[in-house]
């Protein structure tokens, strides 16, 4: 009697598990249809993003499009007023290497990239889902040339000379026309300085968006003659455009004996010496010693005229 009870109870519990185990079969399949049958019906959208984007010459534009449900569907990038495409995807099919797509999967972001963006490219751009309607959303490309183009300057200010032992500062501003560089790098014999990294080595850069200028400042708290040399300030602007500002400096010992020595810029050694001029005592001596040589020769002719009366 036992033993059959056991036996009801585990044909019990697999009946319920095999019910359980079927729901849950069901209920799987179910999503798995709906969501095909959804992402076949739910039709690709754009994301709300700029339609009108400008950049200056030399920049990397980004031309931005957001599609959400894009299912198997491509995103296509062609100019308007060009038959051929541009990309699919994220293949390029032309030839010039500016043209490119970022993916970025997150945002559902197909944007088209265009490096070192000149005039010529400014234009209607389309971003085309590849669907049976074709769907398409305009974006418009203005590229500029910057006022100003070459009134781009880099400068250096510091002192020259600086005695071993004592702090050097150097400062350096870069300005552009419209907007200023996004960093700068100092170097020394051709080998670049960094903050803290270098033997008591500060640099501090700060914007100044008012005037379009960065500023870098280089700090060495206890110079020695190691830090002579050609100091070179380095910035890059938004167009790749170079610029660069040299200034040399010398770092001298002084000794007691009041000459001053020290590694000129060069790798020379320098010295000069302070010319003592005569004290104004030696020069009142030498006059009484003369006026002391002369007496007897004043004294002869004095006779001498006496007797000629």
Same mark, same amino acid.
């Given at each position: 009697?036992?033993?059959?009870?056991?036996?009801?109870?585990?044909?019990?519990?697999?009946?319920?598990?095999?019910?359980?185990?079927?729901?849950?079969?069901?209920?799987?399949?179910?999503?798995?249809?709906?969501?095909?049958?959804?992402?076949?019906?739910?039709?690709?959208?754009?994301?709300?993003?700029?339609?009108?984007?400008?950049?200056?010459?030399?920049?990397?534009?980004?031309?931005?499009?957001?599609?959400?449900?894009?299912?198997?569907?491509?995103?296509?990038?062609?100019?308007?007023?060009?038959?051929?495409?541009?990309?699919?995807?994220?293949?390029?099919?032309?030839?010039?290497?500016?043209?490119?797509?970022?993916?970025?999967?997150?945002?559902?972001?197909?944007?088209? /990239? +265009?490096?070192?963006?000149?005039?010529?490219?400014?234009?209607? #751009?389309?971003?085309?889902?590849? =669907? !049976?309607? @074709?769907?398409?959303?305009?974006?418009?490309?203005?590229?500029?040339?910057?006022?100003?183009?070459?009134?781009?300057?880099?400068?250096?200010?510091?002192?020259?000379?600086?005695?071993?032992?004592?702090?050097?500062?150097?400062?350096?501003?870069?300005?552009?026309?419209?907007?200023?560089?996004?960093?700068?790098?100092?170097?020394?014999?051709?080998?670049?300085?960094?903050?803290?990294?270098?033997?008591?080595?500060? /640099? +501090?850069?700060?914007?100044?968006?008012?005037?379009?200028?960065? #500023?870098?400042?280089?700090?060495? =708290? !206890?110079? @020695?003659?190691?830090?002579?040399?050609?100091?070179?300030?380095?910035?890059?602007?938004?167009?790749?455009?170079?610029?660069?500002?040299?200034?040399?400096?010398?770092?001298?010992?002084?000794?007691?004996?009041?000459?001053?020595?020290?590694?000129?810029?060069?790798?020379?050694?320098?010295?000069?010496?302070?010319?003592?001029?005569?004290?104004?005592?030696?020069?009142?001596?030498?006059?009484?010693?003369?006026?002391?040589?002369?007496?007897?020769?004043?004294?002869?002719?004095?006779?001498?005229?006496?007797?000629?009366?």
């Amino acid at each position: 009697m036992t033993r059959m009870k056991c036996r009801f109870n585990d044909v019990g519990l697999w009946i319920i598990w095999r019910s359980f185990y079927d729901a849950l079969l069901i209920q799987l399949l179910f999503c798995c249809v709906w969501s095909v049958t959804s992402m076949a019906t739910i039709k690709p959208v754009f994301n709300k993003t700029p339609v009108n984007v400008t950049f200056y010459r030399g920049e990397t534009a980004t031309l931005p499009c957001s599609v959400s449900n894009l299912g198997s569907s491509s995103v296509v990038w062609k100019r308007i007023d060009e038959p051929h495409v541009l990309t699919v995807g994220e293949f390029a099919f032309v030839s010039d290497p500016k043209f490119s797509v970022k993916y970025i999967p997150f945002r559902d972001e197909w944007n088209l /990239i +265009i490096d070192h963006v000149e005039p010529k490219h400014s234009g209607r #751009y389309e971003c085309q889902i590849s =669907t !049976k309607d @074709d769907i398409v959303r305009y974006v418009d490309l203005n590229v500029i040339n910057e006022p100003g183009h070459d009134s781009k300057h880099v400068n250096i200010d510091g002192p020259h000379l600086v005695e071993k032992g004592h702090p050097i500062r150097l400062t350096c501003n870069a300005s552009g026309n419209s907007r200023s560089p996004t960093d700068i790098n100092w170097y020394i014999g051709g080998k670049r300085l960094y903050d803290g990294l270098n033997h008591n080595v500060r /640099i +501090i850069t700060y914007p100044r968006s008012d005037v379009n200028t960065l #500023y870098s400042e280089l700090r060495i =708290t !206890k110079s @020695d003659t190691e830090d002579s040399g050609t100091y070179v300030c380095q910035t890059t602007f938004y167009n790749d455009i170079l610029k660069v500002a040299k200034h040399n400096l010398s770092v001298i010992i002084a000794d007691s004996n009041q000459t001053k020595r020290g590694t000129m810029a060069d790798g020379s050694v320098n010295s000069v010496k302070d010319n003592k001029r005569p004290s104004s005592r030696n020069t009142g001596n030498t006059s009484k010693r003369l006026e002391i040589a002369f007496l007897p020769y004043l004294f002869t002719i004095l006779v001498a005229w006496c007797f000629t009366q």
